[in-house]
């Protein structure tokens, strides 16, 4: 009895507090829609301050309403490097320390590889891609110093698999794993955590646009999920609040699938 009593407790902690963000400020690029609306939800559920940030000051004006009071928004063209750092100063100046940042914002196309331009190809390395590493560099020199933070990649199972007419993104999204391990070790010793989360087929605007437009790419995906349906944006949002937490203290460089069992093999 005595034994089931402390682990009972043990399970009581654990239930209150590891899962816990309170106290904890995170910044959301893309947070005003989709599945950065739901990861700032989750995350402000469990307790953390939220900055979101996107282009469209209406939509995130509508965003944080309906999100409440722990929740702010920043108007920001990621894709803008020069003001990353001024981003991250003036939200520090504003709220304190940032302790988490979701690199979440991202774009993407489908078309066949020979008719990409070097336009559009540019354009989405330099948003999902370079932006992330600009944003990523600006919040981690502050946590390094601080000897504290979590940094989250929204990667994509196109890192992984060959999804035709995404070449351009696909390119972004395995660059953005790589980077993962690259500053996962970097940072290491420093008590910086950088692991990412590879959705699989999610219900947003970006997917429903490109499932519409293509009901056979629809049946296609349908097909190749195991669970037999498409993941709605806060399953993600759980994701990130678990590897936010204290809950995955000893997890960084990893990549977690958050598919349906894409993973499992197509
Ligand atoms: P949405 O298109 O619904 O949302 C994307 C968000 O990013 C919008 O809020 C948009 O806001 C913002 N954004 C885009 N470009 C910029 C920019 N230059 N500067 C600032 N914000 C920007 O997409 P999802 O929610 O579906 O996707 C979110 C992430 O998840 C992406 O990285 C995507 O690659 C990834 N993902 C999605 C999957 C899915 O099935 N939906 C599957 C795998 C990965 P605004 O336009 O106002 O700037």
């Given at each position: 009895m005595k034994h089931l009593h402390t682990l009972k407790s043990h399970t009581d902690t654990l239930a209150q507090n590891v899962f816990s963000l309170e106290g904890r400020l995170a910044l959301i690029t893309g947070?005003?829609?989709?599945i950065g609306l739901e990861i700032a939800r989750c995350m402000a559920q469990a307790g953390a301050r939220v900055i979101i940030t996107g282009r469209r000051e209406a939509v995130l004006q509508e965003a944080v309403a309906g999100l409440g009071e722990s929740v702010d928004y920043v108007v920001n063209d990621i894709t803008d490097l020069a003001s990353t750092d001024d981003l991250v100063e003036q939200i520090e100046l504003a709220h304190?320390?940032?302790?988490i940042v979701v690199n979440n914002a991202g774009i993407n196309m489908k078309k066949p590889a020979l008719e990409v331009t070097d336009e559009e190809f540019n354009r989405i390395i330099h948003t999902n891609l370079n932006s992330v590493f600009s944003l990523t560099r600006a919040c981690a020199k502050r946590m390094v110093k601080r000897q504290h933070g979590v940094i989250l990649m929204i990667s994509s199972m196109a890192a992984y698999y060959g999804?035709?007419?995404v070449v351009a993104y696909a390119a972004s999204k395995s660059a953005v794993e790589g980077m993962v391990k690259v500053l996962a070790s970097e940072f290491s010793a420093d008590g910086v955590r950088v692991n990412a989360i590879a959705p699989g087929f999610i219900e947003t605007e970006m997917s429903r646009t490109a499932m519409n437009n293509d009901p056979e790419r629809r049946d296609r995906a349908m097909r190749r999920t195991p669970m037999g349906k498409f993941g709605q944006p806060e399953d993600i949002g759980h994701a990130a609040v678990f590897l936010a937490s204290?809950?995955?203290?000893?997890?960084?460089g990893a990549s977690l699938p958050v598919d349906g069992g894409n993973s499992i093999g197509f």
């Open positions: 947070g005003g829609s989709g304190g320390p940032l302790d999804i035709d007419r204290d809950a995955a203290r000893y997890i960084t």
